[in-house]
């Protein structure tokens, strides 16, 4: 159980927090001048959204769930079960950035979870 517990919180935190900052980037604009003060200048205004923070605490969840579950699981078992974020990120970013996935990447996502179903049942 704390293990189906762990993988929860890293599929969801993990993917959560990669949209937050996705969000966040967007909203801070395309980089277009590389000189150094114009990068500060736009790393500060991404900084100061709240999207990226609550992007950066969910994938600092995510990561200590995962040392967590590494601490009770094989790594055989761990890495391909969190593919599951993939998952969630494509669904994720249809719903929540209103991207348009294309039918070919909903098919990768079924095979991704049909692997991860597979290694599921091999324990």
């Not at 970013?93 to 209103?98: E, G, H, K, M, S």
């Amino acid at each position: 159980m704390r293990e189906a517990f762990l993988l929860f919180i890293i599929v969801v935190a993990g993917t959560g927090g990669e949209l937050c900052v996705s969000r966040a980037m967007k909203a801070a604009g395309e980089v277009t001048d590389f000189r150094p003060a114009s990068l500060l200048r736009f790393v500060l205004r991404a900084l100061r959204s709240a999207w990226m923070w609550a992007g950066v605490g969910m994938m600092a969840m995510a990561f200590f769930s995962l040392l967590g579950m590494l601490a009770v699981e094989a790594v055989s078992f761990v890495v391909p079960v969190t593919a599951l974020s993939y998952a969630a990120g494509a669904l994720g970013a249809a719903v929540f950035l209103r991207e348009r996935v294309s039918l070919q990447r909903w098919a990768g996502v079924l095979i991704v979870c049909v692997g991860v179903t597979l290694v599921l049942l091999s324990k």
